[in-house]
């Protein structure tokens, strides 16, 4: 049975970082990419960026090059997100999600997802 | 990359039909044949229901069937429930460069 398992929420100050993890299991992390989508809150689902083990490349999206990373430790079956330089706006559920088909194009899993709340 | 434009509400009564659009660009849903579907519980993590435009995961309701036209996807929810009152997202592969983008989101109310 495939899951992916989130860390828990946090609340943040305008400037710091944070990172979330994603944990998978009931598959091997390298077999599929994985991708970040946030939800602010009331709002629609935001595609950040993906990873492609067969590309060894991410792809972010262009609102958040240079603000945000994915790594992964494959010996933990564990994914990673940071945002850096984090405002209010960053105040958001960020969802980990298994690309599955042609270069990820569909995401068949999902995390529980993970609340960041940015406040001052 | 912009959302791709869906209408922000549907609605219909138990046992109707009812469509929900998605249009995007020829950069998008009007060239590639990679449409996904999400329906959205409020709290919850977004379900896959369709793929590559008409497909449907194991387990998902012939209920839900997809299909494309040009630049504009769709969605149609047939003998709707009060279950399928949600939030529904489409998707569409955008190229390697960009890869994705979601639409703006429909929520569906049963009445």
């Known amino acids: 049975q495939v899951q992916l398992e989130q860390s828990g929420p946090e609340v943040k100050k305008p400037g710091a970082s944070m990172k979330v993890s994603c944990k998978v299991s009931?598959?091997?992390?390298?077999?599929?990419?994985m991708h970040w989508v946030r939800q602010a809150p009331g709002k629609g689902l935001e595609w950040m960026g993906s990873?492609?083990?067969?590309?060894?490349?991410?792809v972010y999206a262009q609102k958040f090059q240079g603000k945000f990373t994915m790594t992964e430790d494959t010996s933990a079956d564990t994914a990673y997100m940071e945002l850096s330089s984090l405002s209010v706006d960053d105040t958001a559920v960020y969802y980990c999600?298994?690309?599955?088909?042609?270069?990820?194009?569909?995401?068949?899993?999902w995390g529980q997802g993970t609340l960041v709340i940015v406040s001052s | 990359q912009s959302a791709l434009t869906q209408p922000a509400s549907v609605s219909g009564s138990p046992g109707q039909s009812i469509t929900i659009s998605c249009t995007g660009t020829?950069?998008?849903?009007?060239?590639?044949?990679?449409v996904s579907w999400y329906q959205q519980h409020p709290g919850k993590a977004p379900k896959l229901i369709i793929f590559?435009?008409?497909k449907r995961p194991s387990g998902v309701s012939n209920r839900f069937s997809g299909s494309k036209s040009g630049n504009t996807a769709s969605l149609t929810i047939s003998g709707l429930q009060a279950a399928d009152e949600a939030d529904y997202f489409c998707?569409?592969?955008?190229?390697?460069?960009?890869?994705?983008?979601f639409g703006t989101g429909t929520k569906v109310t049963v009445l």
């Open positions: 999600a298994r690309g599955n088909g042609f270069l990820g194009h569909y995401l068949d899993n």
């Open positions: 998707s569409s592969y955008t190229g390697r460069n960009t890869l994705f983008v």
């Open positions: 020829r950069s998008d849903v009007g060239t590639y044949h990679y």
């Open positions: 009931g598959y091997t992390l390298t077999d599929f990419s």
């Open positions: 990873f492609d083990p067969e590309d060894a490349e991410p």
């Open positions: 590559e435009v008409s």
